[in-house]
């Protein structure tokens, strides 16, 4: 299996909706991501889970939450977002540089995305 | 820090024309370099890598050779195909983290 799994793949909510994406992979990767894509831009990297732990936020704002419970799932809940956190946010996993090395054999392995629209 | 440069295009072909687009790096030390490919509404999927000086990259027809001097990672096909209109995304990492992405170029071919 070497697929990394994102759903859903559409979602619309209000500012004051709560909702969640959820990202899946089991290809035992230990580093799990999600990247933030606007249009015509390339991915920008919000967080980064290490052996399930956090370990890069990027200054995102806090009505973004992400969560990893496990070493195959990462969740990221959603709270009174704005229109402007619309975009195209994809999940990606490595296998994290303890197992990876440094002879760079790690790489990011994206799921399909999940298309955010904020009304 | 680190950084990605690439053409932006977009870049419009015709269908077995031959394609280069071109990508440099900054960055200190000797990062993995990447080539990632995305098609329209989907993901970002590996093209192809090379993670030390003069290893080539290869993949679907495409090639790219890490150059240490030029700090060059640049994409090329002999005979593109319309099914490889997508963006193209250059990047770095170092010890397969903190991935540095080039803004990415758009290529159309026409058949």
């Known amino acids: 299996d070497t697929e990394v799994t994102q759903t859903p793949k559409h979602l619309v909510m209000g500012m004051t909706n709560k909702k969640s994406l959820k990202c899946e992979q089991h290809?035992?990767?230990?580093?799990m991501y999600w990247y933030k894509q606007k249009a015509k831009k390339p991915p920008e990297l919000m967080f980064v889970?290490?052996?399930?732990?956090?370990?890069i936020n990027e200054s995102v704002p806090s009505r973004f939450s992400p969560e990893c419970p496990n070493s195959s799932l990462l969740n990221l809940h959603l709270h009174a977002l704005q229109p402007e956190d619309s975009a195209l946010y994809l999940c990606?996993?490595?296998?994290?540089?303890?197992?990876?090395?440094?002879?760079?054999?790690?790489?990011?392995?994206f799921g399909a995305g999940s298309r955010l629209t904020v009304l | 820090g680190n950084s990605v440069t690439q053409m932006e295009g977009p870049v419009t072909l015709s269908e077995e024309a031959f394609l280069t687009i071109n990508c440099t790096y900054t960055?200190?030390?000797?990062?993995?370099l990447f080539w990632y490919v995305q098609y329209p509404g989907e993901g970002l999927q590996l093209l192809l890598k090379?993670?030390?000086?003069?290893d080539k990259g290869s993949n679907k027809g495409f090639e790219a050779t890490y150059r240490k001097e030029t700090t060059s990672f640049h994409l090329e096909k002999g005979s593109v195909q319309v099914s490889d209109s997508a963006v193209y995304f250059c990047a770095l990492s170092f010890y397969g983290q903190n991935f540095v992405f080039g803004p990415g170029t758009r290529l159309s071919v026409l058949p």
């Open positions: 990606a996993s490595s296998q994290g540089m303890l197992a990876g090395g440094p002879s760079g054999a790690n790489v990011l392995t």
């Open positions: 960055a200190t030390g000797y990062p993995s």
């Open positions: 889970y290490s052996y399930e732990k956090l370990s």
């Open positions: 290809m035992g990767h230990r580093a």
């Open positions: 090379a993670t030390k000086a003069d």
